[in-house]
């Protein structure tokens, strides 16, 4: 080979690194646009809540309107719903749009079918709960209207139940793998936010910029008391496989439902609330820890 055909060939090999770099610059420069795009904006692709007055706010019968301060100063808001003889006291986690009017046959199905007193309560941002929300926020707001509940029955905040739906399921284990419950119910709840911004944007590099994680996954495997799973068999928004996982991960007593040709937000059928009240009838003590609960 010549000089001149020497020349060219690096002159060749000089342009082709002078695009990679510049193809690669430019990929690092969108995958960091990206990032930036989802830090600032990944609240508002997790959280959708109606604030008031959107929903129907008519109390449901027997139902008692409360207000309770989070820890960090936030005023929350709630539906109570007692029972006279509770088989137990459950705090329920909403999913991620909506607010507590959207749960009303959720409040009375618990209290009626189920025989529970129950709370189902608004994060921030939420109905009439002020603030914005953020994983933090909704943890704290979860733990005080825990406290509140355990003030209000006048027992102990590990016997209370904690239950979700979807995005509250997974903030319940958390709150569960961290702090204790009596028992822990998930509906249609998947691992982790990433697992789920993965499977809905899987071309965005989401898992190495969320910052919220809420990640049940982990959290149930910290668990060791009882856990009761149902899930929707052809959920289209959260994969029947999320409670699988979680299913095989729980360390202490499980149960799995798979409810038939079901959707993710169709209404729970009244054999599920069944289910339910057949498992907390099986916990080894009664609501406050102290004796055989009645079968």
């Known amino acids: 080979m010549d000089v001149r055909a020497a020349d060219e060939t690096l002159g060749h090999f000089a342009g082709l690194l002078r695009a990679i770099a510049r193809i690669t610059a430019a990929v690092v420069l969108t995958f960091a646009v990206l990032g930036i795009v989802i830090m600032l904006w990944e609240e508002a692709f997790i959280f959708f809540p109606s604030p008031y007055p959107e929903g129907d706010w008519t109390l449901p019968p027997g139902a008692e309107e409360i207000y309770f301060v989070a820890e960090d100063g936030i005023q929350l808001h709630g539906w109570f719903l007692e029972h006279s003889d509770p088989i137990a006291v459950v705090l329920y986690c909403h999913g991620n749009a909506g607010n507590v009017t959207h749960r009303a046959d959720v409040l009375l199905a618990f209290r009626h079918i189920v025989g529970a007193s129950i709370l189902v309560f608004d994060y921030r941002g939420y109905g009439k709960s002020s603030g914005r929300p953020n994983e933090q926020g909704v943890l704290i707001d979860t733990r005080s209207a825990r406290t509140w509940l355990a003030a209000r029955t006048g027992i102990s905040e590990k016997h209370i139940v904690l239950a979700g739906q979807s995005l509250g399921g997974a903030v319940a284990a958390v709150v569960?793998?961290?702090?204790?419950?009596?028992?822990?119910?998930?509906?249609?709840?998947?691992?982790?936010?990433?697992?789920?911004?993965?499977?809905?944007?899987?071309?965005?590099?989401?898992?190495?910029?969320?910052?919220?994680?809420?990640?049940?996954?982990?959290?149930?495997?910290?668990?060791?008391?009882?856990?009761?799973?149902?899930?929707?068999?052809?959920?289209?928004?959260?994969?029947?496989?999320?409670?699988?996982?979680?299913?095989?991960?729980?360390?202490?007593?499980?149960?799995?439902?798979?409810?038939?040709?079901?959707?993710?937000?169709?209404?729970?059928?009244?054999?599920?609330?069944?289910?339910?009240?057949?498992?907390?009838?099986?916990?080894?003590?009664?609501?406050?820890?102290?004796?055989?609960?009645?079968?």
């Open 176 to 295: 569960a793998g961290q702090d204790g419950a009596r028992a822990l119910i998930l509906e249609n709840t998947f691992t982790s936010i990433p697992d789920m911004a993965a499977l809905h944007y899987p071309l965005l590099p989401v898992r190495a910029f969320l910052r919220t994680k809420l990640d049940a996954l982990s959290h149930i495997r910290r668990y060791r008391g009882p856990v009761f799973i149902a899930h929707a068999e052809n959920d289209s928004i959260v994969p029947v496989n999320h409670s699988r996982r979680l299913f095989e991960a729980a360390a202490g007593p499980k149960e799995l439902l798979i409810i038939p040709g079901a959707e993710h937000n169709d209404p729970l059928p009244d054999t599920y609330y069944l289910r339910v009240r057949e498992f907390l009838s099986q916990l080894d003590s009664d609501i406050r820890g102290d004796r055989p609960h009645p079968k």
